[in-house]
């Protein structure tokens, strides 16, 4: 008795050889060269020249923005150095104006002490003077009233008035001499 | 169609779950059958294969055009990824294989990448679940192409002393000459087409029918488990097995495009350059 497979492979022999499930049928052939053709013209004539396109613009677009990019840093790393130059400028100039501003003021205050000393000396010179000129006077009226006096204890003790011009002269040559010894 | 439905049906109403071992409809040819011709022009028959063919060169234009349309500065996610595959063809298969003088083959290698990456993906579509490089006629037809492009172009960069080079390899001692001559001639002018395309339609028949048998006898058992019983749970494992292959299919898929474009261009690099 015969297998179903036997049958199988006994039917397959009698319809034909198998190699016809190889080759490639005409229908299917012609089908096939037609979807290719369609596809390869379409590549050929559309599809690379639109990818190149692409490319193309890419590559270039991608080329200039790194350009551009270099271009800015380059923009910027100068203008950083200004700055840095300005900011450096900028702290000499201000140390200088500190400075100037510093002996300015100790130029004032120097002017300034100078100036109180001279007053101060110019007070106390004239307060010495004004206490000198003062001295003098109360003397010089200290002896008048002594001269007064001992010519009133004189007249008195004399009893009569004498010539009041010469006792003057005779009291101011004895103090006169007074002072002299 | 073959495939899935067609297995799922036959399996269904022809066999006898129960008792068979091995199951096979009373025809086998109906699982490689074809439907009927939607239409007819002139001589050729327009079947779903010719459809499904036409639908791929189709959406590789569509792609192409809504990838490739706008020229922007920042593209959208699909766009960078249509521009990343053209560039990847051009760049990492043309220009790096064949050198700088291989940029003018990007349109063929281009198209034949994208024209069998989409057509493989189709065996992993829902409703489509048909690779169309599991039918001989593209894989063939192309592998004509790039056995005639290399040849051509190994004679007219080469003159004569492109088959001479071969034939008679220099940098092969004496002795061994004819033999590595023979061998290298019989590799490069009757093995490379036949290889190039067996090698793209049996990974993609292979896969076809694997995850058709895994999924298909998955649904198959479960579908019968009122004839015979707790046996059906096999059929949780087929199906499980089969969603493990459907990813693993997805590199395979990936991976048969890119082998076919990439040994093409290695075949034309080889005829500028016989030497090597």
Known sequence: MRTNLQLAILAQEESGSNISLVLPETNELIAGIVSFLIVFFFVWKWALPAINRILEARQKAITGKLEDAERAKNEAESLRKDYEKQLADSRTQRNEILDEARKNAEQIKADLLAKAQTEADGIVAKAREEADNEKSRALSEARQEVANLTIDLAEKVVGQSLDRETQLGLVERYIAELEEK | MGGLIALVAAVHHECDVVNEVVCVPADVKTLFEFKEPWFTI???????????????????????????????????????????????????????????????????????????????????????????????????????????????????????????????????????????????????????????????????????????????????????????????????????????????????????????????????????????
């Open chain 2, 42 to 276: 002139g001589p050729v028959n327009f079947t779903r294969t010719s459809f499904l063919f036409l639908l791929a060169a189709l959406i590789v234009v569509a792609l192409l055009f809504f990838g490739l349309r706008r020229n922007r500065m920042v593209p959208s996610k699909f766009e960078a990824a249509i521009q990343s595959l053209v560039e990847f063809v051009r760049d990492g298969i043309a220009r790096d294989i064949i050198g700088p003088e291989g940029v003018k083959y990007t349109p063929y290698l281009l198209s034949i990448f994208m024209l069998i990456l989409v057509g493989n993906f189709f065996e992993l579509t829902p409703f489509i679940n048909f690779p169309i490089m599991s039918r001989m006629a593209i894989p063939f037809f192309l592998s004509l192409v790039t056995y005639f492009i290399f040849v051509i172009v190994g004679f007219a960069k080469n003159g004569l002393s492109y088959v001479t080079a071969i034939v008679w390899p220099k940098s092969v001692p004496v002795a061994l000459r004819p033999l590595v001559g023979l061998i290298e001639f019989v590799s490069t002018f009757a093995l490379r087409p036949l290889t190039l395309a067996v090698r793209l339609f049996a990974n993609m028949v292979a896969g076809h029918l694997m995850l058709s048998l895994l999924l298909g006898s998955g649904v198959a058992f479960i579908l019968a488990v009122g004839e015979i019983g707790p046996k059906a749970g096999i059929g949780i494992f087929w199906f499980a097995f089969g969603l493990f292959i459907f990813l693993f299919e997805i590199v395979v898929a990936s991976l048969q495009a890119y082998v076919f474009t990439l040994l093409s261009a290695v075949y034309i690099q080889s005829s500028l350059h016989p030497e090597h």
